[in-house]
């Protein structure tokens, strides 16, 4: 059974930090790993997709790397700044038929001004 | 349109009512997804469907109704709830089943059962 974890499970940071969000799985057979956001009482936004062939993904500031061998994923916020606060969820797809999603507890993260 | 919209984003119901949850996608998406998410937990699947037809259900109880009348939207159909089942309920849809594309999520409904 696939479990995901997420690392810390809170984290607070000065603004124009560099910091590292840690997701880990126990199946290595995943069709691929999504980083979302979510502000309070809000849907979800996705923010990278990585196929499992494929090792980072980049969008601005954001970049997501992907270790499937180790079972690890990162995401890395670049001079992060207050608007980044948020919770950060990551999620992997491991079935063919179901197209589910696993789901980390998430990191909830504040950018402090 | 790049969006999965939900109506309402609010809603309160007692124990004895029937009501209605809407998702409505443009993308030309053939999967959606309903999942519920407790606060501070993440969201769990509940249904799954492809191509309009209901594909997964994870033993969801009956009072929970999805319905899928064409390829664009999504319902669900509460009945009979319980103060237990008050929820953010999410919407999500892919272009297959997520296998390449990933998904794209609605910002939810907050239930409120009193």
């Known amino acids: 059974k696939q479990e995901v974890t997420q690392i810390p499970a809170a984290l607070s940071v000065p603004e124009g930090e560099n910091l590292v969000l840690n997701c880990s799985f126990t199946?290595?057979?995943?069709?691929?790993l999504q980083w979302f956001r979510q502000d309070p009482g809000k849907g979800l936004t996705s923010l990278l997709l990585i196929q499992s062939s494929q090792r980072e993904q980049t969008s601005g500031r954001l970049n997501a790397s992907l270790d499937k061998s180790s079972g690890r994923s990162t995401l890395y916020i670049a001079a992060s700044q207050p608007g980044d606060s948020a919770t950060y969820l990551c999620?992997?797809?491991?079935?063919?038929?179901?197209?589910?999603?696993?789901f980390g507890q998430g990191t909830t993260l504040q950018v402090k001004p | 349109d790049t969006e999965v919209t939900q109506t309402p984003k609010h809603l309160v119901m007692g124990m004895t009512n029937k009501k209605s949850l809407k998702c409505e996608q443009h993308?030309?998406?053939?999967?959606m997804y309903w999942y519920k998410q407790k606060a501070k937990k993440p969201p769990e699947l509940m249904f799954v469907?492809?191509?309009?037809?209901?594909?997964i259900n994870e033993s969801v109880p009956s009072r929970f109704s999805p319905e899928c009348p064409n390829s664009s939207l999504l319902n669900l159909h509460l009945h009979a709830l319980q103060p237990e089942d008050s929820a953010l309920y999410l919407c999500?849809?892919?272009?297959?089943?997520?296998?390449?594309?990933?998904?794209?999520f609605g910002s939810g409904t907050r239930l409120t059962v009193v």
């Open positions: 469907y492809s191509y309009e037809k209901l594909s």
């Open positions: 999500a849809s892919s272009q297959g089943r997520a296998l390449y594309y990933g998904y794209t």
């Open positions: 993308m030309g998406h053939r999967a």
């Open positions: 999620a992997v797809n491991g079935s063919s038929n179901t197209g589910k999603l696993i």
């Open positions: 199946d290595s057979a995943i069709y691929n």
